[in-house]
């Protein structure tokens, strides 16, 4: 089903026009109100008046995760605080989350988003939609929670976590939806089998997965365990949030970025260069309803392909390719974003001095694993078995409490992380996705 | 008084030990004591031998992670009780020992231990107070 009909299947010339005129809009507006856009557009030499054509847009300078914050916390808020009703953070960054706000319209404007994307996926009123995102700063949980009030459907709240009592709520409950992350979506699934509950048992009909980067045989795992039809969400809590793009259960081929409310590019990211549609690049997002935090030509540093050409389910919105990878070394565990950068600065407090290490993510039982492997030098080494110990647990520790992830951290000898042409070799990823 | 020992930090995998003793044996280095102490990844081994500056470039150089520590050696004697005697002054004396290991021959008619103690020099004034031998360190090494 679509939610909205006339935006959903709007003539692309006609959306076109609406994209330009909220484009105009939103670029006045920001430079009117942010001075982080004004002096940027001033230093390439644009003012907003000179964006006359949807192509235009090329002229304006990116923006990037270092300007947001470099504008912690609030400096990129384009509306006074008074009419800020929300605020999310996006998950670590070297000790700097990036923030960001919503208005009441804007929060109108993600619920719609999230209805669209929820009813794309498969739910619609009637149905009981069994939401495993965590709710919090993550964008998840509440963004799928407004967006199924909005659609007029049943939320259990159910947030990550309680693995058990999840599965006797499904067993009880009778949910027909499932919003999760995908590796979440497995470990729930075992679990289930452990306790002797068969998903073909359940109600299940349609899930709606994303937050984390999945492939094409998880979709077929998850499809085949859970006896569902599994869709792939898109979004960054920096753009807004989940329901930014979303695939439609009827192709399930590529997801409808909603373009009357977001303009997507690709590029490529060594040139900035826009690239053709099928080129593969970096997504670049520039929001053109948002109020409280506009972004202009957002480098995502997700790398996707758009696609223009009409689809089976009626939507005439461009679809983005499954995002395949990232331009940069961020890593996904868990849903929570990872920078080696950041296990680096842990180390750094050790002793003043970070020694070789190496990340290692895997993925057992379903959960993605994080190891971070040090090598032992002379500073760290002691010769009582206890300090070791007691040093391993410290770096997992702070690992966690900055980054909210558990890491087993595992001391190896000196030289034995692999060095290519002398640099250490950073990070190993064993999922297969 | 004290003895100088040194620590190798091992991954535990099989044939590291023998890589130790491989390199040791190259560098013409004879062992004296060692303890090995570990957990399911890692180990420390810990070495009494003849000549520490040779043993520690010689491991050094194959990238191994060394460690110097000063231990204490004492003497023992060597029927039941003797140990104890030595522990039970510790005890007393309110002395934590952080590990312990045993020589590899004996000293005439005594065993001879290592001591790692958080405190070495109050550790060493109340084993010699209450008559316990000390052995210096010079005399280990060739011992």
């Not at chain 2, 008084?1 to 890589?19: C, H, T």
């Amino acid at each position: 089903m679509i939610f909205n009909i006339e935006y959903e299947t709007m003539p692309r010339e006609a959306l076109e026009a609406i994209q330009l005129r909220r484009l105009q809009a939103t670029l006045e507006r920001v430079y009117a109100t942010v001075p982080f856009y004004q002096e940027k557009f001033e230093k390439a030499g644009i003012t907003p008046s000179e964006i006359k054509t949807l192509k235009d847009l090329q002229k304006l300078p990116f923006t990037t995760k270092q300007d947001l914050r470099d504008n912690y916390p609030f400096g990129m808020f384009a509306v006074p605080m008074d009419n800020v009703v929300r605020i999310h953070a996006s998950s670590g960054t070297t000790g700097q989350p990036t923030v960001v706000g919503y208005t009441a319209r804007d929060i109108g404007t993600w619920s719609e988003l999230m209805a669209r994307s929820l009813a794309a996926g498969g739910a619609w009123r009637g149905d009981i939609i069994h939401n495993a995102y965590g709710y919090g700063l993550f964008t998840g949980g509440l963004g799928v929670h407004y967006g199924a009030e909005k659609l007029g459907a049943s939320i259990i709240p159910v947030s990550g976590g309680n693995t058990k009592r999840q599965i006797v709520i499904m067993k009880d409950f009778g949910p027909t939806i499932l919003t999760a992350t995908p590796s979440y979506t497995l470990h729930l699934a075992e679990v289930a089998e452990e306790m002797g509950v068969s998903f073909k048992d359940l109600k299940f009909k349609f899930g709606i997965f994303g937050a984390e980067p999945w492939s094409e045989n998880m979709r077929q795992e998850i499809e085949n365990k859970l006896n569902i039809t599994a869709v792939d969400i898109y979004g960054l809590s920096e753009v807004m949030g989940p329901g930014v793009a979303i695939e439609c259960y009827q192709a399930k081929k590529g997801l409808h970025v909603f373009e009357d409310h977001f303009i997507a590019e690709i590029i490529n990211p060594e040139t900035g260069d826009v690239l053709p549609y099928g080129e593969v690049g970096e997504l670049v997002f520039t929001s053109i309803t948002k109020e409280a935090f506009p972004v202009i030509r957002y480098r995502t540093r997700d790398i996707s392909a758009l696609n223009p050409e009409p689809c089976i389910c009626g939507r005439s919105h461009v679809r983005m390719k499954r995002v395949s990878g990232r331009t940069d070394d961020m890593l996904i565990i868990r849903g929570v974003n990872v920078f080696p950068s950041q296990i680096e600065s842990v180390l750094m407090q050790v002793d003043g001095v970070a020694p070789h290490y190496q990340l290692v993510v895997d993925r057992k039982d379903n959960l993605d694993t994080l190891s971070v492997l040090v090598e032992v030098d002379e500073k760290l080494f002691s010769d009582e078995v206890r300090n070791l110990q007691n040093l391993e647990k410290k770096i997992s520790k702070d690992i966690k409490e900055l980054l909210g992830v558990s890491a087993a951290v595992k001391l190896v000898e000196p030289k034995t992380i692999a060095r290519s042409e002398g640099k250490a070799v950073r990070v190993i990823d064993n999922r297969r996705l | 008084m004290k003895v100088e020992q040194i620590s190798v930090f091992l991954e535990n995998k099989s044939g590291r030990i023998a890589e130790v003793t491989g390199i040791l044996a190259q560098a013409g280095v004879n062992i004296r004591a060692l303890s090995l102490a570990d957990t399911s990844d890692f180990g420390v081994l810990r070495l009494i031998v003849d000549n520490n500056q040779r043993a520690e470039e010689a491991l050094k150089q194959h990238n191994f992670t060394v460690g110097k520590t000063f231990v204490v050696a004492v003497e023992v004697e060597d029927k039941p009780g003797g140990l104890h005697k030595i522990l039970d002054i510790l005890q007393k004396e309110n002395i934590n020992v952080e590990y312990m290991y045993a020589f590899v021959q004996p000293n005439s008619n005594n065993a001879v231990m290592i001591f790692r103690f958080e405190k070495l020099e109050e550790a060493v004034k109340m084993l010699q107070k209450n008559g316990v031998v000390v052995i210096n360190g010079d005399n280990v090494y060739t011992l």
